[in-house]
Structures are given as structure tokens and as C-alpha cells.
């Protein structure tokens, strides 16, 4: 298990050179929306333009997910979210960054994303995974890979041991 949204886009140059099977964060998120949420849904992408730029969360989702992300502008607060001077790499979970990743948030609600990928392992010490994320009036859903993929991995130990 490779807890890191980034580095995926290695994920199929390395399988060949294991012999077990890597549980791919990526393919688990988009199945856990899918089951959880549905086939079709919009989805945003909050992640590193890294991530964002490579598309691996975009091959993961094709045919399951309509997945969306930040115009240029909500791109760089996301980025600012994560590295900039008061961003979570830094050790913040409060203030520019939190307001940052909001922006991003209610941006892509307004382009429909209903449920929104945290795809940063460290955007979910800003906000947490939850169904009732509130935007405005309303509310969006946050998923967590890093999450998702615990849960899948502790799920696999224990039906290995059965």
C-alpha cells in the first residue's frame, strides 16, 4: 500500500518488480464513491497540481466517475493549501490554509462536485473526511484515500487470516 496520492503514477512501472499485489489508493477511492455514492457522480479533485497534471486520479475514475478540478486560480490556493509559507506541510491546519482549501471546496461545489476527493494525504488534517461537509446552504461529501485505503488493507489482513 503506497499511502501517497502522487506517487500512483509509479504504481504500474513498480507492480512488475513485486511479488505481492499493490492495493491501489486511487482505484479503492474511486470504488468506495461509486459504491457509496454512485456511478456518474461529479466529483472534484483537490490535489497537487502533481497529481492533478499526471491524471492518475483521472484514469482511475474513466467510465465510473466524472471527475472535475479547480480552474488555474483555485488550483494555486489548493497548492497554497499544501506548501505554502502557513500550509499544512508547514505544520498549519487553521487559517490561510483552511480558508484556501474552502475556496476550492465551494468552487467545485459550484461546478456540481457533490462529493470532493482530499488527494493530498495531508488535506484531511484541515478537513476531515465526512458526508456533510457545509457549502453555503448546502453541503458536499470529503473523502480521504489515505482512509480508504486503511480501511481496504485492515479489511484484506483480516479475511487473509479467516
Do not use: W
Not at 474513466?62 to 488550483?75: A, H, K, N, V, W
Amino acid at each position: 500500500a503506497i499511502p501517497c496520492n502522487t506517487a500512483h503514477a509509479y504504481v504500474e512501472r513498480l507492480q512488475p518488480h513485486l511479488s505481492v499485489p499493490i492495493v491501489n489508493m486511487l482505484t479503492e477511492t474511486v470504488g468506495h464513491i461509486v459504491s457509496k455514492y454512485g456511478k456518474g457522480t461529479k466529483v472534484g479533485l483537490l490535489a497537487t497540481s502533481g497529481t492533478v497534471e499526471s491524471r492518475v486520479y483521472h484514469d482511475a475514475a474513466e467510465g465510473q466517475l466524472e471527475l472535475i478540478t479547480p480552474s488555474p486560480d483555485f488550483q494555486a490556493m489548493v497548492m497554497d493549501a499544501i506548501y505554502g509559507p502557513a500550509g499544512v506541510k508547514a505544520g498549519y491546519t487553521q487559517g490561510p490554509c483552511a480558508e484556501s482549501l474552502r475556496a476550492a471546496i465551494e468552487h467545485l461545489q459550484s461546478k456540481g462536485a457533490q462529493v470532493q476527493i482530499l488527494g493530498c494525504t495531508e488535506l484531511p488534517l484541515i478537513f476531515s473526511q465526512t458526508d456533510s461537509f457545509p457549502v453555503g446552504s448546502a453541503e458536499v461529501a470529503l473523502v480521504d484515500p489515505t482512509d480508504v485505503l486503511a480501511k481496504r488493507c485492515v479489511q484484506l489482513a483480516t479475511s487473509a487470516k479467516a
